[in-house]
């Protein structure tokens, strides 16, 4: 009990009153301003529609259907999710006016996010980590994050392409040269069929390249020669049919690269598959080579690319390019002969019946050319002329 008695039933001392009511003065002003320190430490509320984790720094507001962000977000927020939400467009005015400056983890996971605007990431300087994945994204500014170069070091895009008119947004955007610490980039999942060619020439940082689960099918116009720190690359689960040399000098050319991925393609291992079986041989940049697997010609099929002859393989396809119009010329070829064909078999058939209408042609044209002789002939006589002539007058 001695604890309660600090302030009404202390014991009414006359000497002791103006010292204790000294005190309780002093204790009063020193819980007003705990408070008050107290209050301006805390952030300033948390929107309704989301759980606010004081201590992480860490602000969760997932699948309420939200439209835009909230507006009255902790000034003081690190790591904020807004995955699962109905936000579509973000454009320059989606983040609160006074920035977020210590906002350096940003979900926008699973949203029906379609576009982002310029400046739609500028007014958050901090920004290290973001998660665009599970969208529909139709446009992308490549003023995104502003005119200056940005601290962001993970970037994930997977699953969110929705068709290539913004690939071409986001290459120009990962070109402008601000994602100079960028570590991390996303791509898998797109559906990918080409890259832009220069479209990782200036991310200088880049440890993890992940394009995984698209539909690439060459990479021979792709530029990989910039990425000096790369370590991770996968290609896992597209459609590649052969690697060429070029390509092959630019992978050996990185030197942290250690965990290539290119299982799961559709390697035609025809002779223009040498170089690649020669590299892999030799190489320990591909993780788990030994399970690459040849899907064409048939009678190679689920063979060990490793375990090829590195020459003397035949050679089905000139050229990946060509081959489809090569391809498409020769069926054509077939297609003309084969109708040419069924056109002199039926002139065979019918020699007889064509016999007879070429005499039938032949006499009607007799007969025409002497009908029009014996005209001509009437014609030339000049007494007939003369006897018309005369008979008009
Ligand atoms: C979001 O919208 C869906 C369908 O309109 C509804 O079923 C769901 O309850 C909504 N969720 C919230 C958190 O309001
Ligand atoms: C950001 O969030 C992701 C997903 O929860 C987590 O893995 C990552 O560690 C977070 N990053 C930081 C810096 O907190
Ligand atoms: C962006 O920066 C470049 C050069 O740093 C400058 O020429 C250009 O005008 C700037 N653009 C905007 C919109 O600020
Ligand atoms: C991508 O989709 C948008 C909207 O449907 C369309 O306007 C655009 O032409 C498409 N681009 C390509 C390359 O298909
Ligand atoms: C592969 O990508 C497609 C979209 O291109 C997606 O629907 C599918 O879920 C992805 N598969 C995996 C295993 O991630
Ligand atoms: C590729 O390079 C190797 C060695 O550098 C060479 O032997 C081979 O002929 C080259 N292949 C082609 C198609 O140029
Ligand atoms: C290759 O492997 C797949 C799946 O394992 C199988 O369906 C196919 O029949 C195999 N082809 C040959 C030629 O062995």
Request: aromatic share 6%.
């Amino acid at each position: 009990m001695p604890g309660c008695c600090l302030w009404g039933s202390a014991p009414p001392a006359p000497s002791g009153e103006r010292k204790g009511a000294g005190w309780l003065e002093l204790l009063l002003l020193l819980l007003l301003i705990l408070s008050g320190w107290v209050l301006t430490q805390q952030p300033v509320g948390c929107p309704r529609v989301c759980e606010c984790f004081v201590e992480e720094k860490t602000v969760k507001c997932a699948n309420q259907n939200l439209t835009e962000v909230p507006p009255d977000l902790p000034r003081d927020v690190q790591n904020l999710f807004l995955t699962g939400n109905r936000l579509r467009d973000l454009s320059s005015g989606a983040f609160p006016s006074e920035p977020l400056l210590e906002l350096r983890n940003l979900s926008l996971r699973g949203n029906q996010l379609e576009q982002v605007g310029a400046e739609a990431f500028a007014r958050l300087p901090n920004l290290k980590q973001l998660d665009l994945s599970q969208s529909a994204l139709l446009w992308v500014s490549p003023m995104a994050f502003g005119n200056a170069s940005s601290p962001l070091e993970e970037l994930r895009l997977s699953n969110s392409l929705y068709n290539y008119s913004v690939v071409a947004a986001i290459a120009e955007l990962l070109q402008r040269g601000i994602f100079q610490n960028l570590k991390h980039l996303d791509l898998s999942s797109n559906g990918l069929v080409s890259l832009p060619p220069g479209i990782f020439s200036r991310l200088p940082s880049l440890q993890h390249l992940d394009l995984h689960n698209n539909s690439l099918v060459s990479l021979r116009d792709v530029s990989f020669g910039a990425l000096h720190q790369l370590q991770r690359f996968d290609l896992g689960d597209n459609a590649l049919k052969r690697l060429r040399n070029d390509t092959l000098a630019q992978l050996r050319g990185l030197p942290w690269l250690t965990r290539l991925d290119l299982g799961r393609n559709a390697w035609v291992c025809d002779c223009g598959i040498e170089d690649l079986a020669r590299w892999l041989k030799e190489s320990d940049q591909v993780e788990a080579k030994e399970a690459l697997k040849c899907s064409e010609p048939e009678e190679k099929q689920n063979s060990s690319l490793v375990s090829l002859p590195i020459s003397g393989l035949e050679c089905l396809e000139p050229d990946d390019d060509q081959t489809q119009l090569q391809t498409s010329y020769v069926f054509l070829g077939i297609v003309l002969a084969l109708i040419g064909a069924i056109f002199l078999l039926v002139l065979y058939l019918n020699r007889k019946g064509i016999k007879k209408w070429m005499y039938n042609i032949r006499d009607a044209c007799r007969d025409h050319m002497e009908g029009y002789h014996y005209r001509y002939e009437i014609n030339a006589d000049p007494r007939l002329t003369h006897l018309s002539s005369n008979s008009d007058v």
